[in-house]
């Protein structure tokens, strides 16, 4: 069971900050309080920005019409978003770095 909670909070904190936090109790840590800060606002950024798209999304499918979406904004903000997924990736960052 320990094992499943250490990997399941793995996404946020580091195996050095599990033991700081859950066997030292200590919560105070401030190299672990930054990293588990940094952590979880990466990772909000990133499940933010997948989400800003959701109500578009909706709306299209519930009209069955894309009618008044600009094909050239849409073919940009594309064009940005792979251009900086393939600079992060070639560069080998972190998936929750992909926000910066």
């Known amino acids: 069971m320990e094992d499943l909670f250490k990997s399941a909070t793995s996404v946020l904190i580091t195996?050095?900050?599990?033991?700081v936090f859950f066997k030292d109790w200590n919560f105070?840590?401030?190299?672990?309080?930054k990293s588990l800060l940094s952590r979880?606002?990466?990772l909000g950024i990133v499940a933010g920005s997948l989400l800003v798209k959701l109500p578009?999304?909706?709306?299209?499918?519930s009209?069955?019409?894309?009618?008044?979406i600009s094909f050239w904004?849409?073919?940009?903000?594309?064009?940005?978003?792979?251009?900086?997924?393939?600079?992060?990736?070639?560069?080998?960052?972190?998936?929750?770095q992909l926000s910066s």
């Open 56 to 61: 578009q999304i909706v709306k299209i499918y």
């Open 40 to 42: 979880g606002l990466g």
């Open 28 to 33: 105070l840590n401030e190299e672990c309080l």
């Open 73 to 96: 904004g849409v073919l940009c903000e594309l064009l940005a978003i792979v251009a900086n997924t393939a600079y992060s990736f070639v560069n080998r960052f972190p998936f929750r």
């Open 15 to 19: 195996p050095k900050c599990h033991d």
């Open 63 to 68: 009209e069955k019409s894309a009618e008044g």
